[in-house]
């Protein structure tokens, strides 16, 4: 009988929608490729400068897309950064405020929500969290830190694997392998392409060390930085290009030769490092890399005797630069790749691609490598978008964008409410231009102390004109900065008594911060408290 009666109904249907115009087809929601690289300073990009290297492949993102040139993380650090982009929330709310301790799988992700949405979700290279990641239907990971070399991944579905070769094109080639064999076209992707490189100690492919190595970049301004003008911090850390970088684990130099010259270890696992590393290569790959760094070593033995500090300092520095500089190399050429493989398959205009990285990084700027610190060269980070159909190509955009934002902008970007604890803001309405009621604050949280590299806890507000920081645990100590007139962040004017206002302003903003985030002095403590009860 219904069938009778709704049949008439079906056909007059049928019959109106043929004789109107097409009805649009339901949107398509768009894929996303989430690159990310370890440790890639903005300065490393040619995109944001072109004074140290050339990155064709991660410029064209900006080119045809958009380039944040104030992006910037709430916790330098690689895995909490990791963390706080997965969950939308803050180190102290998601407990990963540091490298140390496992992340806490019960905290919400987001491809946990993509992947119940109908997404189709895959993760191949470094995330570090000392456990698998939910929410991905498959994954390689590499254990820990990773290698440059010979590289093992733990895998969703294959358990523990070992590849031979270069581990960031291995990591290139999975990512597309995946597209092309794995991708469901009946679904949306959410891929997120994570490399190792340019993380420490800085190994190149051979096909770029050997140009690298020949190579000379010029010094930034503050490489002999003594510190003066800051607080106890700057002083104390220990990321100093001459003090503290591993002569074997990240200069190269051979532990043999080290010996020969009398030069101690500057950490006790500095040839440990080079072991770990260089060690890793097999016959042929150590083959090459000998007939390059043979010659190297070589050249430092006879010059090293009559060098001045001075000169070891601008050799360290040229030594960093080449092999950092030479790992991004292939970075840029897998981007490259992938992004080619797009084109070649209809997906440029319906993906989404981010390039960013875990955080900043420290090219020789106030004599230091490593990251941490609240200062520009490791709070900002790199962010290029392309996403033709809704981002106009060629724009930049100086908003204070964070990490903390990817993942209510890839929820929204799929037709997805985020859930309401996550802290950050969607960057939508930035891709399409529209700028106004954006953020003007962000607030930071640095917690790994003590620690390798002993860079202090503290925690800040920056806004566009000024930084407000408190270093506290073992010091007491405030620090504000001016950045229009101190852009290389020299010199702490806090007790500047023509700056009263703004600190009276910014500490008032600060507090409130802290208030709208959920961050207080008791987590302050306890996580203070932890370092002291785990030991
Ligand atoms: C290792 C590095 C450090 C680095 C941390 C954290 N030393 O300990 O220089 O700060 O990782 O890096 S290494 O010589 O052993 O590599 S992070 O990217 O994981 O946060
Ligand atoms: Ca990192």
Aim: some cysteine.
């Amino acid at each position: 009988m219904r069938i009778i009666f709704l049949l008439p109904v079906s056909i007059f249907l049928l019959l109106a929608c043929q004789s109107t115009e097409k009805s649009p087809e339901p949107p398509q929601r768009p894929n996303i490729l989430f690159i990310m690289a370890d440790d890639h300073a903005y300065q490393a990009i040619s995109a944001y400068s072109a004074r140290l290297t050339n990155t064709p492949n991660i410029d064209r993102i900006a080119k045809e897309g958009l380039l944040f040139t104030n992006a910037c993380v709430t916790n330098s650090i690689c895995a909490p950064s990791r963390a706080v982009i997965l969950t939308g929330k803050h180190s102290h709310l998601n407990g990963k405020i540091d490298n140390r301790f496992p992340f806490d799988t019960t905290n919400v992700t987001f491809p946990q929500i993509l992947q119940e949405n109908g997404y189709q979700t895959a993760l191949f290279g470094k995330l570090h969290f000392g456990n698998s990641p939910k929410g991905f239907d498959q994954f390689r990971i590499l254990p820990g830190q990773g290698t440059y070399y010979n590289p093992d991944f733990i895998t969703k579905n294959e358990g523990k694997i070992h590849m031979e070769g270069y581990t960031t094109d291995i990591i290139t080639d999975m990512t597309i392998d995946w597209l092309d064999n794995n991708r469901d076209d009946q679904k949306p992707f959410f891929l997120a392409y994570l490399h190792k490189a340019p993380h420490r100690e800085w190994l190149p492919a051979p096909r770029h060390y050997k140009d690298f190595i020949k190579k000379t970049f010029p010094e930034p301004e503050t490489l002999f930085d003594d510190y003066e003008g800051r607080g106890t911090a700057a002083h104390e850390a220990e990321m100093n290009l001459l003090e503290h970088m591993n002569w074997a684990g990240d200069s190269k130099i051979y532990p043999e030769v080290m010996d020969e010259l009398g030069i101690p270890e500057t950490a006790n696992w500095d040839k440990a490092a080079f072991k770990r590393e260089v060690g890793r290569q097999n016959p042929a790959q150590r083959a090459e890399w000998d007939a390059v760094y043979g010659p190297m070593n070589e050249a430092f033995k006879k010059n090293y005797p009559t060098m001045s500090r001075k000169e070891l300092m601008s050799w360290r520095y040229q030594r960093y630069m080449q092999d950092y500089l030479g790992s991004i190399a292939a970075v840029d050429e897998g981007v490259g790749k992938v992004l080619e493989y797009l084109d070649q398959h209809g997906l440029t205009e319906n993906t989404i691609v981010v390039y960013t990285s875990d955080q900043g990084f420290y090219l020789g700027e106030h004599g230091w490598f490593d990251k941490r610190f609240i200062y520009d060269e490791s709070f900002k980070t790199p962010l290029l978008v392309r996403w033709p159909e809704v981002i106009k190509a060629g724009t930049r955009n100086s908003q204070m964008v964070q990490n903390l934002d990817y993942a209510q902008t890839f929820l929204e970007a799929a037709g997805i409410t985020a859930p309401d604890d996550m802290q950050g803001e969607s960057l939508i309405p930035l891709f399409k231009g529209d700028t106004a009621n954006f953020r003007d604050a962000v607030y930071y949280h640095y917690y790994e102390y003590p620690a390798v590299h002993m860079v202090k806890r503290h925690y800040g507000i920056v806004t566009e004109d000024y930084k407000l920081v408190h270093f506290y645990d073992d010091v007491d100590e405030w620090e504000l900065y001016d950045r229009k007139k101190d852009k290389n962040e020299m010199k702490n004017v806090y007790n500047d008594p023509a700056y009263a206002d703004v600190v009276k302003d910014l500490t008032q903003k600060l507090a409130d911060l802290r208030v709208k985030y959920k961050d207080s002095k008791e987590l302050d403590q306890k996580y203070m408290d932890l370092y002291k009860t785990d030991k």
